[in-house]
């Protein structure tokens, strides 16, 4: 299993901060560290000290780590053209060795749109198939070659596809490429585009419940074009909530603004006993990465908790 940690930085967090919490998360031995891309705080509070660009982030965290994955659940395709985008992942990608994963979905957040300028469409799902489409495109664009694309929301011309990531695609080695996370709870096309563009697919927040037949969705959509579903990860982000005991558990939900008893029912909270029975639950299901969502972000005791008592019983 692996076990990555997720943050929430539009919350309220510095760059130290975000550096505080992946460089606890390269120390204690976790896969990877991942971001959020938001610029709005939700909920109550100001968010000071502002918002952090996920991938002006990334690309710091690109020269101040060595050894875990980075990444976005997600990046809105409202926010960036996907010929941009595609620069910006290539160029992360090669200042952190080829470490980056890309995860990429349509927005939903209106209010941090009209907060900041960014055109918001009605309709995002179209824009979000075509995006996937023009950055794996110019990704996998051999070198010399030009690539375009007329579509109906984006227009590329004789464009010399460059610069490329350090990664082979996990899709065609014979091109470059990142990972690409794909993640949703529609019935159609999400599964669709999971099976089409990503290395792996994740589900954000879900109810235990509903964990198979989102997975099954997917699988069948896999099976549909041909493409072996064991080829593509199964993933869950939960919020992390996790205590020595009870009273630590219920000060930690606390401090995030949850309450204790609905937090153990849809997170990977609890005693370190309880998260791993959680975590085996959905391995039974076929997931074989999860998220700690990490709200609190200068509670580094919680990640060495989970570190030392959580991750040795995993395998």
């Known amino acids: ?13 510095s760059y130290a901060d975000l550096l505080a919490v992946a460089t606890a ?3 204690l031995g976790f896969d990877g560290f991942f971001r959020s891309d938001h610029y709005l705080r939700m909920g109550e509070g100001d968010g000071l000290p502002g918002p952090t660009d996920a991938w002006t982030t990334l690309a710091g965290l690109a020269r101040d780590t060595r050894r875990i994955r980075l990444g976005t659940l997600v990046s809105p395709v409202t926010f960036r053209p996907p010929g941009i985008l595609a620069i910006q992942v290539a160029q992360v990608d090669e200042m952190s060795g080829g470490r980056v994963e890309l995860g ?13 300028g960014i055109p918001y469409p009605e309709k995002r799902i179209g ?8 950055v794996t495109g110019l990704w996998g664009t051999p070198v010399g070659e030009r690539y375009s694309h007329a579509g109906q929301h984006y227009t590329l011309t004789d464009s010399p596809a460059l610069p490329k990531p350090v990664q082979a695609s996990p899709l065609d080695p014979a091109r470059a490429g990142v990972p690409i996370i794909v993640g949703g709870h529609g019935p159609k096309r999400t599964p669709a585009m999971a099976a089409r563009y990503a290395a792996e697919f994740n ?3 879900p109810e235990l419940a509903d964990v198979e037949p989102k997975l099954e969705r997917v699988r069948a959509a896999c099976r549909d074009i041909g493409r072996d579903p064991a080829s593509l990860v ?5 919020v992390s909530c996790v205590g020595r005991d ?24 609890g005693t370190p006993s309880a998260v791993v029975d959680r975590i085996g639950a959905l ?16 509670d580094l005791d919680q990640l060495e908790l989970i570190a030392h008592e959580v991750l040795p019983q995993l395998g």
């Open 283 to 298: 391995a039974e299901l076929g997931v074989s990465r999860v998220y700690f969502q990490v709200l609190d972000l200068h």
């Open 246 to 269: 009870d009273a630590e558990v219920d000060r930690r939900a606390a401090a995030i603004g949850r309450d204790p008893i609905e937090v153990r029912s849809v997170g990977l909270a």
């Open 127 to 134: 824009r979000l198939e075509e995006q996937l489409e023009v």
């Open 104 to 116: 990429l979905g349509a927005g939903w957040f209106e209010a941090e749109h009209t907060a900041y």
């Open 234 to 238: 199964m993933s869950v982000a939960l």
């Open 25 to 27: 998360t390269e120390d």
């Open 203 to 205: 589900l954000a927040f």
């Open 1 to 13: 299993m692996d076990v990555r940690i997720f943050t929430e930085p539009q919350q309220g967090a």
